[in-house]
């Protein structure tokens, strides 16, 4: 892999240094945000269950993801501030560590949904529904990260666009191109779709039935939880729809000068929301934050008094 070393000075737009610092904000608060939260995970005892651990395993994606962009946005913007074309070995490694994490961040939230499935509609098959086993899921999903960062890096995918200031893949009509959309972001997207239906239709059936009311009550609170995963997934879809649209009019060799700058303030801001938006489906964390916010709000109220 090579990397060019050689400085060239360019030209900068004005609206190139607020953005920077834009991005910059934003990853700083995401990664204050889920470093809190992990604490909190890690802190309380209720939080010690199989189902946050898959939430664990997500706010550990995110954290990497925006210790990641505030990397790459620190580097747009040194560049940007001494108006040079400058490409590195880090440069390289976060584009290709972007690709793979946002990988990793996707399959977090499909496996989430997974298991809620498998609770409901398997709930005597206990071993499917094990700690165990859903370690070794989360392992897999970073296995299959690990080996798609290397496969980027070895076969040199990662190109520094100077006009971006960023290390990424070329847009461009490709089969890697094509590959990336699929295997990262439609493919998880469709199965947690499939999985959100399919568990509307087996809640209305179990309704229809004469059903244990614990049993229907604990059913309707799991398709409640994969409706919000649904509801983060696709909040992070619609935030990255410029990101989609590059690509596609990259296929016809139409998409404006500086589409990743624009696409990644869009990408880094939908971190902060997505850092607050998990809270939803971790019950046991919402729970825990809810009660420390009272319990200063009461002590608080008789001091103003």
């Given amino acids: 892999m090579a990397t060019e070393n050689n400085t060239f000075a360019i030209s900068i737009a004005s609206w190139f240094i607020p953005i920077d610092i834009l991005k910059i904000s934003c990853a700083i608060t995401a990664i204050i945000l889920a470093l809190f939260c992990l604490s909190i995970i890690v802190y309380e005892r209720t939080c010690h269950t199989v189902p946050m651990i898959l939430v664990t395993n997500s706010y550990l994606s995110q954290l990497i993801y925006a210790i990641d962009v505030l990397a790459i946005s620190i580097f747009t913007l040194e560049n940007d501030l001494k108006e040079r074309k400058l490409n590195n070995r880090l440069c390289i490694f976060s584009g290709s560590l972007s690709y793979s994490i946002t990988m990793i961040q996707m399959y977090s939230y499909l496996l989430q949904a997974?298991?809620?499935?498998?609770?409901?509609?398997?709930?005597?098959?206990?071993?499917?529904?094990?700690?165990?086993?859903?370690?070794?899921?989360?392992?897999?999903?970073?296995?299959?990260?690990?080996?798609?960062?290397?496969?980027?890096?070895?076969?040199?995918?990662?190109?520094?666009?100077?006009?971006?200031?960023?290390?990424?893949?070329?847009?461009?009509?490709?089969?890697?191109?094509?590959?990336?959309?699929?295997?990262?972001?439609?493919?998880?997207?469709?199965?947690?779709?499939?999985?959100?239906?399919?568990?509307?239709?087996?809640?209305?059936?179990?309704?229809?039935?004469?059903?244990?009311?614990?049993?229907?009550?604990?059913?309707?609170?799991?398709?409640?939880?994969?409706?919000?995963?649904?509801?983060?997934?696709?909040?992070?879809?619609?935030?990255?729809?410029?990101?989609?649209?590059?690509?596609?009019?990259?296929?016809?060799?139409?998409?404006?000068?500086?589409?990743?700058?624009?696409?990644?303030?869009?990408?880094?801001?939908?971190?902060?929301f997505m850092m607050i938006a998990l809270c939803q489906v971790a019950e046991p964390l919402k729970i825990f934050i809810k009660k420390v916010y009272r319990r200063r709000v009461v002590q608080v109220g008789p001091t103003v008094t």
């Fill in 114 to 272: 997974v298991y809620r499935y498998l609770v409901i509609v398997y709930p005597s098959r206990l071993m499917w529904q094990s700690s165990r086993l859903q370690a070794s899921f989360i392992g897999l999903t970073w296995c299959c990260g690990l080996v798609y960062f290397i496969v980027l890096i070895v076969t040199d995918q990662i190109k520094y666009l100077p006009d971006d200031q960023i290390c990424q893949m070329p847009l461009r009509l490709s089969f890697l191109t094509i590959f990336n959309a699929l295997y990262i972001y439609i493919f998880p997207l469709s199965v947690i779709m499939i999985i959100y239906l399919k568990m509307i239709l087996y809640v209305k059936e179990m309704g229809k039935r004469i059903t244990p009311v614990n049993i229907l009550s604990r059913a309707q609170r799991e398709l409640r939880m994969i409706h919000r995963i649904v509801s983060i997934v696709l909040f992070l879809v619609i935030l990255g729809l410029p990101y989609v649209l590059f690509i596609l009019m990259s296929f016809f060799n139409s998409a404006p000068k500086y589409h990743f700058r624009i696409a990644y303030v869009f990408i880094i801001v939908s971190l902060v």
